[in-house]
């Protein structure tokens, strides 16, 4: 069987993971990345594959299956997706939720007028977290639902320490509460909000000779980001921060408290979580998955958009129909 | 829209679980149970339902959208469901895993050559527990699976226990070992047997002047069945019996650690587990959401079998694609 042929647009840390998860699968090959930046400037972690800029990708779409698309939500993929999916198929992890339906409106559009198949917000959450709130909800209709984040690095709440004067180095850990956990599995279905769901942990190293205690109370003060949340703000040395704050963990649980029975005494649970060394590896391995179910599904003629709920599990894997009843059914 | 037209064959647990389930979703509706039993002597929980003997069903093809079988895997299923694909579009629970390409051959041939379409080994294991192991393996190919039970209700076990004189009742739980559990979460991939990660938990009614030493050695030493695992055993009074032990709790977890990175060195960790107060009723929940989809790809006009893996996750809500990208996504 030959090998699925894919090639990634953008190459930061996610990029990254994609060209390392494509290794651990043997049924697909990396055949090229595509970059805004000068090509000559990026080296790959793989030997024989080039680096081309992006203005020339539409002249290689015969020789590429899928292309994963690995920029960012806020301003990269609204444009590139839709754009890329004229030449392609792509698949790209979009998760703006607010913006989903836009998003995907504008990609079907392009892939269908152009006879290509496209898959959008692909990743954990969203992607894996929504497929399980999905089936959780369709299984238990009479229940309730809870995400909880963490432990985990905020991008955003990271930024906002470091606008702090004095700050040299900050991070921002989002941590799910384990007493508010513990009150959704025992059932009582409690009304929970995001801040009572998550508490925020900043690591900060302090500029020489700077306030520590007015660092603090402007970063526990700050409006919108932790206010109203409980925050805690240790300091720590450069030395500590370079050792223990430079990878991107990241995870959290999707829960259903659903109820059964006659006269819905009956107490059902459903959880499921992610504890992630990292995050961008960790998305890069769902893209790549279902990057092989969008070379099989175009391959039955398949065109227009799709997300992860369309998308039936046995075209994950590398393994037949056969085979998947026989060892993991 | 019309509802999706229900009928049930076999009203045991599982059978009396799935007509409470079809109350829970708005676009179905029970419209009839079948049995082996006279009908007359069968109460159903639903008023103006009504009860056939089995050998009637043939007749009602008709009324009747998704026939859900309620029998036992080792020899109702194996006889009921591909008999019945001849004349509706059937699902089943089929749970013994070792035998389910064969069911699976039988059922798509009878379901074929009727132009139906079946279901087969629905519920959580086989069911739920599958889909989290194919995904979690598809998403993460290198790295370990794990399935542990419980804690919940063994019924070959308390059966076993039940043999033993001097024993008036008799239950036994599986339980989950947690010492297993957080080497498997700490990300050593230890190798584990069954026995390894479970034990056993007995609870047992003796009859007035039994010999309890006796009883209690009886079980731990029963070969193949407590011999090997550690068991404990509790005598209790059966008004304690009756207080605690009527229930049919259960659940478990599926469990994948994985890695990813340059060097194989970034741990990810996927869990999914189930706390279940009903076994019957959940495993009825699946069903019945399962044959929603069921219907709606029948009336694409699918026939043969499927199993979950099959299936893709949008088919199983009542929401449109428009509402879950919306909403869930």
Redesign the interface.
């Known amino acids: 069987m030959s090998k699925t042929r894919i090639a990634i647009t953008g190459y930061g840390n996610l990029g990254r993971?994609v060209e390392?998860?494509i290794r651990?699968?043997d049924d697909m090959e990396l055949v090229g990345v595509f970059t805004r930046r000068d090509p000559s400037t990026v080296k790959l972690?793989t030997e024989g594959v080039k680096v081309y800029n992006i203005a020339d990708a539409a002249k290689m779409a015969d020789e590429i299956d899928v292309m994963i698309i690995c920029g960012g939500s806020a301003t990269d993929l609204p444009r590139q997706t839709p754009e890329l999916a004229k030449s392609f198929n792509v698949i790209d992890s979009f998760d703006t939720?607010a913006r989903?339906?836009e998003h995907?409106a504008n990609v079907d559009k392009a892939a269908k007028e152009s006879g290509h198949l496209a898959m959008i917000?692909l990743g954990w959450d969203?992607g894996?977290f929504?497929?399980?709130?999905?089936?959780a909800?369709?299984?238990?209709?009479?229940g309730k639902s809870y995400t909880f984040w963490g432990k985990g690095v905020s991008q955003g709440h990271s930024d906002a320490i470091r606008r702090v004067p004095g700050v040299k180095r900050g991070i921002q850990y989002t941590c799910p509460v384990e007493a508010a956990m513990d009150a959704v599995?025992s059932g009582s279905q409690p009304e929970l909000t995001t801040r009572e769901k998550h508490t925020r942990l900043c690591y900060v190293v302090a500029e020489e000779g700077a306030d520590k205690a007015a660092i603090e109370q402007a970063i526990k003060g700050m409006k919108n980001y932790f206010d109203e949340y409980d925050t805690t703000v240790n300091f720590i040395t450069e030395e500590e921060f370079d050792r223990d704050h430079t990878s991107m963990p990241h995870?959290g649980f999707v829960m259903r408290s659903?109820k059964?029975?006659?006269d819905g005494s009956?107490?059902?649970?459903?959880?499921?979580?992610?504890?992630?060394?990292?995050n961008p590896?960790?998305t890069?391995?769902?893209l790549v998955?279902y990057a092989?179910a969008l070379a099989r599904l175009r391959a039955e003629g398949q065109t227009g958009c799709r997300?992860?709920?369309?998308?039936?599990?046995?075209y994950?894997?590398?393994l037949s129909?056969?085979e998947?009843?026989?060892k993991?059914?």
Chains 1, 2 share one sequence.
């Open positions: 993971g390392l998860a651990q699968n972690a939720h989903i339906p995907f917000s969203p894996l929504s497929l399980n709130r999905l089936y909800e369709s299984i238990l209709p009479d599995r995870g659903g059964t029975g006659k009956t107490h059902q649970m459903i959880e499921y979580s992610l504890k992630l060394e990292s590896e960790f890069a391995s769902v998955c092989r997300t992860a709920f369309d998308i039936a599990p046995a994950l894997s590398p129909g056969e998947l009843r026989a993991m059914l």
